[in-house]
């Protein structure tokens, strides 16, 4: 198995001149059949493991599950831009240049980088919308060599959220702000359809971008501005640059006393209050399913976006606890987990 980094104030030129595959001569593996460059926007190389989070257990375990094995008949390079901007663009050429199977690319903004560089390389991606942000013009037949499954199922997603955390500080929200990640298109297309519910709860909705590295210093700006712009509700989008800070994000808003929803559950279990949103461990399960498609010949086009059904909303009573919160009991009637 090989693994590249790209870090802060590495040159790029010399970490591809090093990077190269070194195995043990005692113990090398058997000549393996597929490549996987397996890419992301910030998460931490050694977390993108079967050992890692949920989302990694499930897609490799489906992988392991559907007779792929690292170092037997299959190589997996993983990659990561540590939330660095300017690190997207070499970081995909470099990928690009290393001629793999398939490339996994972990978010919207990180596979519109691939976009322009590959036409021939299978790509399969975990995008927000993929319309909107521009990776394919169809989801039933995306055509080109671009294809996965979206991890944003429309706008009444959000319309929930707004209304499960406005139902959680009691219909009291006013002032409600959007976390979301580094500056795209993304809020030109959907401010306005998301605008429609808050304007039907009576509620003022804006939004922050990280506006550059998705680092602490970058998320503690975010939250001070937020702070001194009298915000009292949180909504943080499904950015991939958030769920490697999750913690980061949910002590942020704790120190705030910052009611916050979330997309996924992986931010309650890191003491976030609630979350609604798509099941991660689903999403990455399909993307392996995908992946067996791919490596076994079937063209990235010819399969379609897949876009979610299943969703999850989890709450955290210790959480709703500390800012002298309350959890109505219309929404711990409908939730799939509360813990705490």
Request: proline share 5%; charged share 20%; net charge neutral.
């Amino acid at each position: 198995m090989r693994r590249r980094e790209f870090i802060a104030g590495t040159a790029v030129t010399a970490a591809l001149g090093l990077a190269r595959p070194a195995y043990p001569q005692s113990n090398a593996p058997t000549p393996v059949t597929k490549r996987i460059a397996f890419v992301h926007v910030a998460e931490k190389v050694e977390d993108m493991t079967v050992n890692g989070r949920r989302s990694f257990k499930a897609y490799f375990g489906e992988l392991n599950r559907l007779g792929y094995v690292e170092g037997k008949n299959l190589i997996v390079e993983r990659y990561s831009a540590l939330g660095r901007l300017d690190q997207y663009q070499d970081l995909a050429r470099a990928v690009v240049a290393s001629q793999p199977d398939l490339i996994v690319a972990i978010g919207g903004p990180m596979a519109l980088h691939f976009k322009p560089l590959t036409n021939t390389i299978p790509i399969l991606s975990t995008p927000a919308d993929p319309v909107m942000v521009g990776l394919v013009t169809n989801l039933a037949r995306p055509g080109g060599n671009i294809t996965g499954v979206s991890v944003d199922t429309g706008w009444d997603v959000w319309g929930k959220r707004l209304q499960f955390l406005n139902e959680t500080v009691s219909n009291h929200l006013t002032n409600a702000r959007v976390l979301a990640g580094q500056i795209t298109n993304w809020w030109n297309a959907a401010g306005a359809e998301v605008q429609k519910f808050a304007q039907q709860a009576g509620t003022r909705l804006t939004v922050t971008f990280l506006g550059g590295n998705a680092d602490r210093a970058t998320y503690e700006r975010a939250f001070e501005t937020i702070a001194q712009d009298g915000v009292d509700g949180l909504i943080v989008s499904d950015a991939g640059e958030h769920i490697p800070n999750r913690q980061l994000i949910v002590d942020l808003a704790a120190k705030y006393r910052l009611p916050a929803i979330y997309p996924f559950r992986e931010f309650v279990d890191a003491g976030g209050l609630l979350s609604y949103g798509v099941d991660l461990g689903d999403v990455w399960r399909r993307l392996a399913d995908m992946t067996d498609q791919v490596l076994k010949g079937t063209k990235p086009g010819d399969i379609p976006f897949y876009q979610q059904t299943k969703f999850e909303m989890v709450l955290n009573r210790t959480t709703v606890r500390s800012p002298g919160l309350e959890f109505p009991a219309t929404l711990v009637a409908i939730a799939d987990e509360v813990i705490g």
